[in-house]
């Protein structure tokens, strides 16, 4: 038996992330989409994410993809530039195997590398004992909100819950001027 593998995502990938997503947004409170998007969008959230530098990786076994996360913008206003929003989903087989935590891990230290100051985690239906909230507490993720009765799916009310992870010295230390949000901003400038 092979181990996983975390890897950088290409495009020949998409039809399986999009599988994972759509069995998410169908089955699950994670996100607060009600209808999976289609391949063609999915290409373009990737593409998107792809031409601002953004990291966008895949857990890999014997082959097949068994979940996947990527870190993309806070918000889109320049200010919050070094600060990213992670996701991450994995395949139903593959839940509770440790495929998460280690995507993560991979996509903190890539976000890291990249000069981001601080990842924050949008977790809907964000309780207490919820697989993502448990996960990112883990990663030494802190609690930082919470919206109460924020989306409502499934039939019921969901919290959606902000928790987040300083890196590179936080708000502590001025940005760095070769870190990739500092270059593209003044690129932008």
């Given at each position: 038996?092979?181990?996983?593998?975390?890897?950088?995502?290409?495009?020949?990938?998409?039809?399986?992330?999009?599988?994972?997503?759509?069995d998410a947004?169908?089955?699950?409170?994670a996100s607060?989409?009600l209808?999976?998007?289609s391949?063609?969008?999915?290409?373009?959230?990737?593409?998107g994410l792809?031409?601002?530098?953004?990291?966008y990786l895949?857990?890999?076994?014997?082959?097949?993809?068994?979940?996947?996360?990527?870190a993309?913008?806070?918000?889109?206003?320049?200010?919050y530039?070094?600060?990213?929003?992670?996701s991450?989903?994995?395949a139903?087989?593959?839940?509770?195997?440790?495929?998460?935590?280690?995507?993560?891990r991979h996509?903190?230290?890539?976000?890291?590398?990249?000069?981001?100051?601080?990842?924050?985690a949008v977790?809907?239906?964000?309780?207490?004992?919820?697989a993502?909230?448990?996960?990112?507490?883990?990663l030494?993720f802190?609690?930082?909100?919470?919206l109460?009765?924020?989306?409502?799916?499934h039939?019921r009310?969901?919290?959606?819950v902000f928790?987040?992870l300083?890196?590179n010295?936080?708000?502590s230390?001025?940005p760095?001027?070769?870190?990739?949000?500092e270059r593209?901003?003044?690129?932008?400038?």
């Open positions: 038996m092979s181990s996983i593998a975390i890897r950088a995502a290409i495009s020949a990938d998409l039809d399986t992330i999009t599988e994972i997503y759509a947004v169908a089955h699950g409170t607060y989409e209808e999976p998007p391949r063609s969008e999915m290409g373009a959230r990737f593409d792809m031409a601002g530098g953004f990291p895949v857990a890999e076994k014997d082959g097949a993809v068994l979940g996947y996360a990527y993309g913008p806070f918000r889109p206003r320049p200010a530039r070094f600060i990213v929003e992670d991450v989903y994995v139903p087989e593959a839940k509770g195997q440790g495929v998460g935590l280690l995507l993560m996509l903190v230290e890539a976000a890291r590398a990249a000069g981001f100051r601080q990842i924050v977790i809907g239906d964000g309780r207490p004992d919820s993502s909230v448990r996960l990112h507490e883990k030494g802190r609690h930082s909100g919470r109460e009765g924020s989306g409502y799916k039939g009310w969901l919290d959606t928790m987040q300083a890196m010295g936080g708000a230390t001025p760095d001027p070769d870190s990739l949000p593209k901003f003044q690129k932008q400038k």
